[in-house]
């Protein structure tokens, strides 16, 4: 038997579904509390399926399997949850599509002044959550598979931002693409890396990390001296061992950074309120 609280309980709860370029990022909610973060990679379609129908077992082979055990560190819940997706992989949110309670949330929601139509909605939404949770004017620095700057003024205007490589990105395409470079693993990495280094894999470090660490520290200095007592945040998979190089290197420049992985869930939960 279900008590009357715990009915009740389950009633607020809901999931929030970032889908990223690498993997996909979770957070359960009860009513406007973020109870409970985790990642996961892509799910196989046939258990998005089975998810979006309500069934908590998979057959795997001859064996039944807890699908939220399996997938989730969550006890099975009784129902499909609601679950809000925020997607920047048109591929991965299709498979979504057939989920009994699901909404995707879209640029048209976010109340941002001067989007424009192509801004992907991972940067809307950690903008808006940055903002909302911190105050207005504010820089997002997202290092995550790509590495963004996005921005926002006192009237909660988009003054804009940049794209390029995350560090990932950048270790894979020297690696991938060259006849000669090894794949440098991020977790070789443990300290800064020598500037001019005299071997191989210390160069790519060199070359990747400071040229990273002065882009941000170029990006940052030129939004504070735009806008003075502007907020910067920083999130995404990398953000501990980018500040931590930051930190190494500039750590003035370090002190000034809101680090806070969930910016994008704390703008989704804004939107939910509103919508749901
Ligand atoms: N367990 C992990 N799995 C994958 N990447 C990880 C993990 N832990 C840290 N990372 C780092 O996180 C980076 C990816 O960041 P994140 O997970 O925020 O990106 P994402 O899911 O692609 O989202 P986005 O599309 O918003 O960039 C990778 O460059 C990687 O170095
Ligand atoms: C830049 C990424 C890949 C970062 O996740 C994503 O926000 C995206 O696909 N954006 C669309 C292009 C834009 O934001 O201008
Ligand atoms: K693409």
């Known amino acids: 038997m279900i ?9 607020n709860q809901w999931l929030a579904l970032e889908i990223g370029n690498s993997r996909l990022h979770w957070a359960l909610f009860m009513g406007e509390s973020l109870e409970f973060t985790w990642d996961t ?13 309500g069934e908590t077992k998979l057959e795997v082979g001859s064996e039944e399997k807890e699908i939220f055990f399996t997938f989730f560190p969550l006890p099975p819940a009784p129902c499909p949850l609601p679950l809000f997706i925020a997607s920047v992989v048109p591929q991965q949110t299709v498979l979504w599509e057939n989920y009994l309670n699901v909404r995707v949330i879209t640029l048209d929601q976010i109340p941002l002044n001067n989007i424009y139509p192509t801004l992907g909605i991972d940067r809307a939404l950690a903008l808006w959550g940055a903002g909302m949770s911190w105050g207005f004017p504010v820089l997002v620095i997202d290092a995550g598979t790509a ?46 890396p020598p500037r001019f280094a005299l071997n191989t894999t210390e160069a790519i470090q060199s070359g990747v990390i400071y040229t990273l660490i002065a882009g941000m520290r170029d990006f940052t200095e030129e939004w504070l001296s735009l806008f003075p007592d502007g907020k910067v ?6 953000r501990i061992l980018l500040l931590n ?14 680090v806070e992985p969930n910016l994008i869930f704390w703008g989704m939960q804004t939107i939910v309120a509103g919508v749901a």
Not at 41 to 53: A, D, F, K, R, T
Not at 245 to 258: F, N
């Open 3 to 11: 008590s009357q609280q715990s009915a009740k309980h389950i009633e």
């Open 41 to 53: 990679e892509y799910l196989p379609e046939s258990v998005i399926q089975q998810l979006g129908n």
């Open 147 to 192: 590495l963004t700057f996005t921005a926002a003024d006192g009237g909660k205007n988009l003054v804009g931002g940049a794209i390029l490589p995350g560090v990932g990105l950048q270790f894979a395409s020297l690696g991938q693409q060259t006849g000669q470079l090894p794949q440098v693993e991020m977790e070789a990495i443990k300290s800064l």
């Open 233 to 238: 945040a920083i999130k995404g998979g990398d």
């Open 245 to 258: 190089y930051l930190q190494a290197l500039y750590p003035d420049l370090a002190a000034r950074l809101i």
